[in-house]
């Protein structure tokens, strides 16, 4: 390679502008002696997760009523070490962004911070939603149940599990939010945007959603932190459950906290493709079916089905001769 | 790490709850000797036929016509095993479960059951789509041409092959359609699925797509199983090709199958973004043009374009004084 | 495996077949003795340029003010190496390309090339990259603090970086947009499409976008190759920046280049989930902000609300009774 | 690089005259369908035999007496499986092979081969090696013991395990002997010869060792396949137990097979460093003890000690004055 | 697979019984909560090691004067840790022993045991070793250069920083004597070990050893605890320099402790192959020369020769005519 | 962890000490822009050449003749490329340490060094070692006849290819010596040294050895650079073929070189356990036995057995009773 060496020298004086940043705008960074919930590791969890959730579907074949409990066993030991060091960190990493902006007199004075023992907090934590994964794999036979009757393209129960992605996304929003309503940080929302960047569903932990939950497609759905959706909805994808708008407080900045922005859909409630419904108070009756496309910010009453009004197309005639297709073959 | 130890001491309680749930809540689980079709693999098997399909763009490099034939030789060799290992296991899968669904009795004789040599049907299955590669690559070039000629971003062929995802989606469905079309279950789905995950495409392999397809952008498109697209057609972002309405039995349940529930695409059409077109009866003309948003559930004559209406906006004056922009700098 | 093994021995003939078509369909194949830039390579640098700019939130742990030096001027070393590599590998390509399509000529004499040294070219390319690198941290500074302050549900500035799919998109957009710019081929889109697959956000590196921007969820947002966005602006999930129609030469073939085709948003524009803006000419002014659902192809004044005229919805009423909910618990 | 193209296409023919030589030399290829035994799966059966006789030790961390249980078992579970396979592999190779040096017949009709289901007998075998696995760290402990009790250099029981190749190489031995027992070709001496690589020294699967046996460093120990070693006996490095001669037929070919041909050493014999001991018919009696460089070809009574007798050294002066250290500092 | 099913139902009892033998033969498991030093944690040590001592050799290349700076400050920044923490599981590991050993009462009172932080007292051990890596590369710069005066076949230092596996075991000796110097258990053997793996030399941390240290060939080296090896020695393969008798307690028990068991060389001895020289009070003097073979246990004064007396051989004469060669062409 | 900050506060001083002795000891660090030959590229060298030399014993199984030509020719295709690279480093790293050794005035005018293209030097010797393999391939199936012959544990030549280290090291040297003869420095000597890592048999690259050679256990085995041994020869382990005394130049250092210093070992010579052979005049005539520990420096006529006069042993009587055996049951 003809690399030109003085090129190469400059860059120690790169490296050093770079740094200065890091005190300038460290807001991007993180240099600390306390490290972060690691990514990585937060990913793992979510592998061993499913493995234990969904047993002969994953990495590890040839499981079988004999050796099942010895690798479900052992699993939910690792899972107990790995989770109570992500939510220890989490935890920790909350704790002293508090303090940072509560008050500046701890900055300066590392050493005299009240010693919290994250760990000791994180554990019975981590320990709770093992103890919750039973209970979590009743609510997801529903909603697998809910994705065969719901799709005529299905073929089997196992097909469900292996190819839809409505079901992955909704897998990790439960666990997900079982982590949340532990009051644990980071984490859960680290989890759903694993769940996001695959599935192209974004499902906050904080909503709440009953069983028999089915999301087909899926690319686009976005659900936001107060919803509310009842037993055996159904929606499709591109569909939005968003804020109308923000509450700011008097200095017109957004109001952070969780009062209740994002619509409510009731008991079996069907939602088609690309629809978007808004507002903390749109209430969605039990059963109601939104068309494709529709564009919702009030509520509608129980049974009903709201279409758009068919919408007047243009339509032009043959396209002019001097317009060749795109495309011939 | 100040663990617990009587917190731990609960973790084999916890097991005995979770395996519990195995018996409970068993289509979640696949316990059997005979393993499933695995995510991995299928997603190597899919690596090989990129190498295969386009070589020189992906993971080896320096190929060139003298060592081309050895790469691709050798490649094959190691597709015809390992499709016929994954084929094998998704029709034993499905023997499996046709018997369990239709008959109770072979349940508990489970030594009666006629054995069937999945591996002997597997193996032409595996050698046919190795076979069909070849044609699968002169379809893939007309795909290519017409992303060039379709998209004024594009400098290059070889730009299209290294970053359309369109690209990407349809060279999946393209093989698990032919893959599709030799009967195989599970295999086809879980290789589109990889795309849609990688893509934001969701194109089942039932589909029937003629040459010269271009996606562009892409993300949120969905084509169903019974859709048929002609040749040359071009859709860009959030296009949805749906059912408008299921068929049910007499029971109210879902009528499982492929009866034709999706839209016609002849020659030439284009469909810009975010459009929807539901129905299976509905047929959108030769060198038709869908415009951007439109919702469609009828038949478009061809040569004809489809716009919106003109929609009526609503423009509110100046925002009020006390209402500051979000962002300022 | 009951291998049969006359099926296996057609392999070398459908081998041959597939080379065949490698002189058939060679745009589908790259085989020549210059490799391209690897895929692979390209991700490897983006994963640096993450641990250069967000330090502590990535790979590597226990960084603090000690030993971030030797980390980042560690990292910075090897990129250089790394990125010279790759923008020279993309150059020679170019070239090889251009003078192909330029003449015949050279095709068959190759060794007459007038040699380029391309390593040459690359290497202060890559090094300017990274004296830019401190300027893009106090950028996407602005990016973070934007996007607190526009999401309630944000809670903290390690959120955003930690999960943010927008942040992750504007990131890779804003790297390439430099390299962009540095006229470097293949490898800015090979970057933004990498932040594409994984948060169904896809933006052209040769956009111009402002400091503070903000793409909440994100999921199927586009932004084209030649939109003008201010400081300050927001967008919603599903929001396209897209072009209307495409200038054609006079053989109707679509016009290759970088023509301004897309729109313009000024400073603090907010465009909510799933609006469409299209249009080279189209300009939303400063402070403007269009509604979710609007289809816009019109300039829109500065302080403006642009909302869709409230749509007529249908509502059917209580669903007959023969239509049993597709879920029922 | 500056690759000279001619050069390269003189590879195809390099290839074939390589091609030809395995039809040729056909000794050195296994080419055929059925695979032989794989070497990287023997190493990880032995990786997971380690992890179940020394459980703490290797590469699982934070075992204790609530979850050993599930990692052995799982340990267990898959062990069977791959011992299994491996098994299986090594008989059939063994199977072919004797039908091929029996009878030339047979190798024109590769398909009138009486078929036999060697999983069938291999399973059997699996399962009973792992049935002995509690009995041989029974052994093992007593070859801690003596370990501890015979090097003055041990600080603790844990040392022994961790850092004493001896140890190591005895550990492969005493399962490498068990699966020889049960008649299993090719797999024991992988095992064994896997240790001999690791430890340099090299014990035959077919020698008969009894418990507390100590080897201390090792390197270049050889124990032949006949050899029978008492209780508590200890061996240092360099160390030969080997044959004097061997037995040849009538046609002067060495016979293959194992009448006895290398020494028996009683319970408690000790042998020092570098002593040669050879000869079937040669016994070292009880509690004997062989000196460091001894070579030994008859028998020795118990409780003898034998050493060299006192060899004369040549002493010579001061070397001359024109030959300078190699070394001096 | 013809898996017989109820074979494989024993695995739970074999599992049970392997368990029970946890208990029984606990000497040869570490089940407790804290983790002993993990070798696979040490072997990486040992890698990073080699990177810091001999730059541009290893792992990574391209490194140069303008870059060796931040590599080096990376990896001691995580050599600092990662050593902080096997050597804090070393201390804790080996605390926990003694008390066991010490008194029984503690078994039972696990919560009583007075809390040591074993990483307050690992850290400044770890940050010790690091100050003194400057002068092991001191000391190792001599011994590549008595490496290269002392061997003929030489070509370049190059080569024998490369190609030497004395070098090696040489170098990992001088760290781990290093860390038997500061009091830590495990480690120092644990390193000393893994190069014994890999080049069949034995060299145990404690034994003093001068600089200009070189070993040829090396296969078979033993060097043991108490020797005191002087300024610029040279040893053939297959010397050792070990025990002549142990010295035993009132019980006949081996006194375990590092009084002086082995001998001592004086500066510039060589020591030829396969010599063996035992007794702690052997001392060979300066410049001594010991013959290949040679078997000492007494003193020999300097600048003297020591080699056997020309050995009697028997030559019998032409082998029988019918013993033919055991190879013939 | 109870990290000392001050502590870690010293290592950038320790950094900057290390740094400086990177200039002090120079020649312990390789700092310059051209890259030195990777021992792991070299490494992965030789596993492909196994898989050449023995396909279907490695790592890649299924092989058959239908396939093999294609996976021999893509492994020769990037052999070509791997070798090149490596030779190409290793020539360039010879010519910079000649002109630095020979002149000093190259130091100072880097840029004034006649370039030399080390890539056109490197490429047709490695096309020339290819060439050769398919003689290679002849010669070791001599030799593992010989072992066939030779072993009477041998049950098959599957087991030698498998299991016996002596042919692994052998097969090593013949590919080794092909390169040396070719005149590449430094990479036949890494590559015997990965041999003698994994075996304990050293051979020096530049012997020259005849077929149906056969080395049984081999640990500690040395052959020397300059050692000519004929046909059908069969060492034991421990063996040394080695040099007498070294010539000395007038300043008494040694002469470096490859003058005869090594014995010579003529057709069908046998040699027994840690025999001692040495000088460059000695020859073992034609199918003469060297017995086992015997030390020889005087040529021995053809036909003749030489062992060790029968060495006279003393024997102690019964040990006294207040000596109890290390090891009782």
Redesign the interface.
């Known amino acids: ?5 003085r ?6 004086a ?9 005190t ?2 460290s ?7 306390e ?6 590791a937060v990913a793992g969890i979510v592998t061993d997760l499913f493995e ?8 590890r ?14 699993l ?2 690792a899972l ?2 790995k989770l ?2 992500q939510i220890a960190r989490a935890l920790r ?2 704790l002293c ?1 508090e303090r940072d902006s509560a008050t500046e007199s701890w900055e300066n004075a590392n050493d005299d911070k009240p010693h919290v ?1 994250c ?2 907090i994180a ?2 934590k981590a ?1 709770e939603l ?2 919750r ?2 209970d979590v ?2 609510t ?3 909603d ?3 994705a065969f ?11 469900i ?5 409505g079901l992955e996304a909704i897998t990790v929003y439960r666990v997900a939010h079982e982590l949340h309503g532990l009051g644990i ?2 984490i859960p ?2 989890m759903t ?1 694993l769940a ?5 569903i ?1 499902i ?1 932990p ?1 909503a709440t959603i009953g ?2 939950f ?1 999301i087909d ?1 899926g ?2 759905v ?1 659900i ?2 107060t919803c509310h959706i009842g ?4 929606l ?3 569909v ?1 459950l ?2 109308l708008s ?3 407080d008097d200095d ?7 009062y209740k ?1 994002h619509p409510t859909l009731e008991d ?1 409630v ?1 939602v088609y ?2 629809a ?1 419904i ?1 507002g903390g108070q749109t209430v969605v009756g039990t ?1 109601a ?1 939104v068309g ?5 910010t009030e509520s ?1 009453p ?18 002019p001769v ?8």
């Open positions: 390679m003809a690399t030109d060496v090129l190469k020298e400059e860059l120690p790169i490296t050093d502008q770079l740094v200065e940043t890091y300038e705008c807001r991007l960074n993180h240099l600390a002696h490290p972060l919930p690691n990514r990585d234990v959730l969904y047993p002969g579907y994953g990495k074949q040839n499981l079988h009523i004999g050796n099942i409990g010895y690798y479900v066993g052992s939910i030991d107990h070490d109570t060091t990493h909350e962004h023992d760990e000791k554990q019975p320990v093992l103890r994964l039973a794999r009743k997801l036979e529903l697998v149940e809910a009757r719901g799709d005529p393209a299905a073929r089997s129960h196992h097909e599990i292996f190819c839809y992605p940080p980071f929302r680290m945007e996001h960047a695959k599935t192209g974004d906050h904080g069983p028999g089915f497609h690319t686009g976005v936001g932190e037993r055996g909805v159904k499709y994808q591109g939005t968003g804020a923000f509450t700011k017109g900045a957004l109001l952070h906290g969780n922005r079996g069907i493709a690309n978007t808004l059963r079916v494709s496309n529709v564009w919702l509608v129980p049974d009903t089905t709201v279409v758009l009004e068919k919408p007047k197309l243009r339509l032009k005639g043959a396209k001097n317009e060749p297709l795109t495309y011939e073959i």
